[in-house]
């Protein structure tokens, strides 16, 4: 009698897990998304070259991923980098559905992102409030940056909706802790009407 009850709870647990990943995946995503987000064109003003390395800091469900990696080609790579280990098993699974061998997850510390090698490009999305002392993570992250390596960074300038009030972050504070880390600021796209998305180059 204890196993069968042990199977289904151990059943119910792993759809609990897997309905968790969908949920935190709406919330990241929401509805008609790619509306606003416009990530074909966000991609596009990043001007990658087939073959380059690039790091989706907070990939999150990989809304940004799976672009990147089809931007960079079979012949470059993309590290999907996250605290959540859920959300990484779920890229992992889309990424072999879609046949794009050149992504792969990383598991993130919140103070280091733990890239397997440099990159030409950091990129994150929505990520930059969750970064705690955000000066020091970013000084340290040059360590993972090629020579002529990008931090590019899009982020909410006002809070996304009512249940989500701290997802956001001034362009004058990005810009000034991203100076105080080492870098300038190369680049300012105004094409996304609620997110700044700014690149940097180390100083
Ligand atoms: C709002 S979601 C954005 C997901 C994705 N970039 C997008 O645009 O859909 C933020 C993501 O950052 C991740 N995250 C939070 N702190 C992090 C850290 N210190 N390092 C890496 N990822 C982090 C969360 O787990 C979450 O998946």
């Not at 204890?2 to 709406?26: F, G």
């Not at 990530?39 to 001007?47: S, Y």
């Not at 050149?102 to 993130?108: C, K, P, Q, S």
């Not at 004058?172 to 680049?187: C, K, N």
Request: glycine share 8%.
């Amino acid at each position: 009698m204890r196993r069968p009850v042990a199977a289904v709870a151990l059943l119910s647990l792993a759809s609990l897990a897997v309905a968790c990943t969908q949920l935190k995946r709406c919330a990241y995503e929401g509805w008609g998304r790619d509306e606003w987000q416009q990530p074909e064109r966000v991609v596009g003003a990043l001007g990658l070259e087939p073959g380059a390395r690039v790091a989706d800091l907070g990939s999150g469900g990989g809304y940004f991923t799976f672009r990147l990696a089809r931007a960079v080609g079979p012949t470059g790579r993309v590290y999907a980098a996250d605290v959540d280990e859920d959300l990484n098993a779920y890229v992992r699974e889309r990424a072999e559905e879609e046949g794009l061998t050149n992504v792969e997850t990383v598991l993130a510390e919140y103070a280091d992102p733990k890239l397997p090698e440099a990159v030409d490009l950091v990129f994150t999305c929505d990520t930059y409030h969750h970064l705690e002392d955000r000066t020091p993570y970013f000084a340290g992250l040059k360590r993972y940056l090629r020579p002529k390596g990008r931090v590019a960074i899009i982020e909410f300038a006002e809070a996304p909706s009512w249940y989500l009030p701290d997802h956001a972050t001034s362009g004058e504070t990005i810009r000034s802790e991203m100076e105080a880390a080492g870098y300038r600021l190369v680049q300012a796209h105004d094409f996304l009407a609620r997110q700044h998305f700014l690149v940097f180059a180390v100083d």
